[in-house]
C-alpha cells in the first residue's frame, strides 16, 4: 500500500494550523491556569473532562478566528462557507460548539452543516481545530502527572481513543494523541482499548512496502493501534501530523475489517 495517499497541500495545511495552535497555546496558557485552579483532580476520569471552568468565549472567538483565516487562505473555495459560519456566532452558539467538540457531538455538526447549506465536515473540522490549542495547553500543564491516571481506553487528557504509539528501541510503547498531543506510556502487555491481556488475542499487520510500521490487532474488541519505529520518523514530529502521514495503516486496518466502525 502506497503510504503517500495524503495530498502534500493538506499536510502543508495540517503543519500550518499546527504551528498555529501552538502559538495560540502559549498564549492561552495563563488562562487555562486560572480554569483548573487548585481543584483536585479524579485519576480514573480524563482531565478534560473535569474542566471546572468553561473556556472563555472571547479567547475560544480568537482561536476560531485565526485558524479560519489559515484555512481560508489554503482553501480559498471554501472561504464563503467558513464567513457563514463564524461571522454571526452568537457567545450561545460558540459555547455550543466548545461543549459539541469537547464531546465528539458529531450529529450536531452534521445538522449544522445542512442548516447553513455548507460541507458536511466543515463545522466539526472548525470547531475542532480551533479547540485544539485549550486540550494541547491542559496537556503542556498537566503532562508532569499523566502517568498516574488510570482511563483505560482513552487518552488521559482529553478521552480520545488511542490509535498511535510509537516503539522504542527497548520495544516499550510511548502512546501519542494526535488531538491534545499527550504522551504515556503504555503501562501493560495488553490492548489499550478493551484491557485484554491474553497474548493469542492479539496479532500483528505489517506493511510490505514500509517495514518500520505496524498494526497491533485485538481479536476481543476488533480494534487497532499504529505502531511507528520511534527511530523512523523526526522526534518533533507532532502526534497530529504522524498520525495523518500514517493514514495508510488506517485504511490498511479498516479494509481488513477492524476499528469501531467495523464492529
Same mark, same amino acid.
Given at each position: 500500500m502506497d503510504s503517500q495517499v495524503v495530498a502534500n497541500r493538506y499536510i502543508q495545511l495540517q503543519r500550518a494550523l499546527f504551528n498555529e495552535q501552538q502559538s495560540l497555546k502559549e498564549q492561552f496558557l495563563p488562562h487555562i491556569k486560572k480554569m483548573f485552579g487548585d481543584n483536585p483532580l479524579n485519576r480514573e476520569v480524563p482531565v478534560l473532562m473535569q474542566l471546572p471552568r468553561p473556556i472563555p468565549?472571547?479567547?475560544?472567538?480568537?482561536?476560531?478566528q485565526a485558524v479560519s483565516h489559515i484555512i481560508s487562505?489554503? $482553501?480559498?473555495?471554501?472561504?464563503?462557507?467558513?464567513?457563514?459560519l463564524i461571522s454571526e456566532l452568537s457567545d450561545q452558539q460558540a459555547d455550543q460548539w466548545i461543549k459539541a467538540a469537547i464531546k465528539y457531538e458529531m450529529t450536531y455538526f452534521h445538522n449544522l452543516a445542512k442548516k447553513q447549506h455548507v460541507s458536511d465536515w466543515l463545522p466539526h473540522f472548525l470547531a $475542532?481545530?480551533?479547540?485544539?490549542?485549550?486540550?494541547?495547553?491542559?496537556?503542556?500543564?498537566?503532562?508532569s502527572i499523566m502517568t498516574e491516571f488510570n482511563v483505560m481506553g482513552t487518552c488521559p487528557c482529553c478521552g480520545e481513543p488511542p490509535r498511535l504509539g510509537k516503539v522504542t528501541r527497548d520495544q516499550k510503547t510511548s502512546?501519542?494523541?494526535?488531538r491534545c498531543e499527550t504522551q504515556w506510556?503504555?503501562?501493560?502487555?495488553?490492548?489499550?482499548?478493551c484491557g485484554d491481556d491474553k497474548e493469542e488475542n492479539t496479532f500483528h499487520l505489517t506493511i510490505k512496502e514500509d517495514e518500520s510500521v505496524h498494526i497491533e490487532i485485538c481479536s476481543t474488541c476488533n480494534n487497532y493501534l499504529k505502531l511507528i519505529d520511534r527511530s523512523s520518523y523526526p522526534e518533533t514530529m507532532s502526534a497530529s501530523?504522524?498520525?495523518?502521514?500514517t493514514i495508510h495503516l488506517d485504511f490498511a486496518a479498516q479494509e481488513e475489517g477492524f476499528g469501531d466502525d467495523n464492529y
Open positions: 468565549i472571547e479567547l475560544y472567538r480568537a482561536s476560531l487562505d489554503n $482553501e480559498p473555495h471554501i472561504k464563503q462557507d467558513i464567513y457563514k $475542532e481545530q480551533a479547540f485544539r490549542p485549550f486540550a494541547q495547553g491542559i496537556a503542556h500543564l498537566h503532562a502512546l501519542a494523541c494526535p506510556y503504555k503501562q501493560r502487555l495488553a490492548c489499550v482499548h501530523l504522524l498520525d495523518l502521514q
